[in-house]
């Protein structure tokens, strides 16, 4: 964090940004896009056992507003679809997006006509965790990864938009 | 009351309407010309002997290879006031692709729904039904998809993640 004690105990120099994202990820709130049996596995997470408050993630928030980090756990179909697409919209920024399990990430098993084959088909996912349902212990790996990346300043909510390119060449 | 009773009291009440009765593992199942089916249906609910006053599922096989192309399956059961088990029976009616069939929503209420599921993914069209759109697909879905003739993967159209919800009309 390049915390720097001069004068003794007196003085603590730091940069903003480094102390602005340590607050960030140490509270970090996530929505519980809970469609399936990976929502099972994350409440259990969320819960006493696992208790995911430890990473200061304990407040779980319904309203997507309140949000900063939206845990997809579930098969997406296409009629989900536009609703995950417009809570991810009303999340304020900066926000982060973890595609829990095999069907956030990929559709899993359901190479079918109904389900959306990953999510990052609608929005930008920064961390995948593999597994059908992955264990508590995945779910949270990839809480800390999500972690190092708010302390670092990175994200792809954060990310310029790509520029726009003509789909017809000129 | 068996198959045969079932299918005699049937033949009885609507001449030539029974096409044949089957008992299997102690099921019942009645096959019932297109035609008379409504009227089966409505003398089933309304017989003082056979009661069928609940209607458990309305849905559909698909037999690509034949004429009359859907099978169209009625379960019903009936609950007795006077604590016997429920008996049930199942009616089922041929139809070739396109055709319709008259809805029963105004015999029992639970059609509603298993018509439309059965129009939504065999594309079979229920005649006198309230509202019979799409159910379990998107409104802009295109395609029954479990006819057997359906690409398993479909059409992976990307209008369908851009789904908006149709007023009813």
């Known amino acids: 964090m390049g915390v720097e004690l001069i ?6 120099t730091a940069r903003l940004a480094d102390v602005v994202n340590w607050a960030r990820k140490s509270s970090l709130w996530p929505f519980p896009f809970g469609t399936a049996c990976c929502g099972i596995e994350m409440m259990s997470t969320l819960a006493s056992r696992y208790d ?4 200061g993630a304990e407040a779980v928030r319904f309203s997507p507003r309140q949000a900063d980090l939206l845990i997809v756990a579930g098969t997406i179909c296409n009629k989900m679809a536009p609703v995950l697409k417009r809570i991810y919209d009303q999340m304020s920024q900066p926000k982060w997006v973890i595609a829990m399990g095999a069907c956030a990430s990929c559709g899993g098993i359901f190479d079918n ?3 959306v084959q990953g999510i990052d088909q609608i929005i930008p996912v ?4 593999p597994g059908c349902p992955p264990s508590p212990q995945a779910l949270m790996y990839s809480f800390t990864k999500i972690q190092g990346l708010v302390q670092s300043g990175q994200g792809l909510s954060l990310d310029p938009m790509p520029e726009a390119v003509p789909s017809v060449p000129v | 009351m068996n198959s045969a009773a079932i299918s005699a009291k049937v033949a009885g009440a609507i001449p030539g309407a029974c096409v044949e009765a089957l008992e299997f593992q102690g099921q019942t199942t009645l096959q019932v010309r297109r035609e008379s089916l409504k009227e089966v249906l409505a003398f089933l609910r309304d017989d003082p002997d056979i009661l069928m006053n609940q209607l458990l599922d309305v849905t559909a096989v698909d037999y690509p290879a034949r004429a009359d192309r859907f099978d169209v399956v009625y379960i019903l059961a009936s609950i007795r006031e ?3 088990a429920p ?18 929503t105004d015999l029992w209420r639970s059609a509603d729904w298993g018509e439309r599921e059965c129009f939504d993914m065999f594309g079979i069209r229920f005649e006198g039904h309230p509202n019979l759109k799409r159910i379990l697909n998107p409104d ?4 029954y998809p479990l006819r057997k003739t359906f690409p398993l993967r479909g059409e992976r159209d990307p209008a369908f993640l851009e789904y908006k919800e149709t007023e009813p009309a």
């Open chain 2, 82 to 84: 006077d604590g016997l």
């Open chain 1, 7 to 12: 004068r003794g105990d007196n003085f603590v």
């Open chain 1, 126 to 129: 920064d961390m995948y965790v």
């Open chain 1, 113 to 115: 006509y109904t389900v």
């Open chain 2, 87 to 104: 008996v049930r029976v199942r009616i089922k009616t041929r139809i070739p692709d396109g055709a319709a069939l008259p809805s029963v």
């Open chain 1, 52 to 55: 995911m408050a430890r990473f």
């Open chain 2, 140 to 143: 802009n879905f295109y395609g």
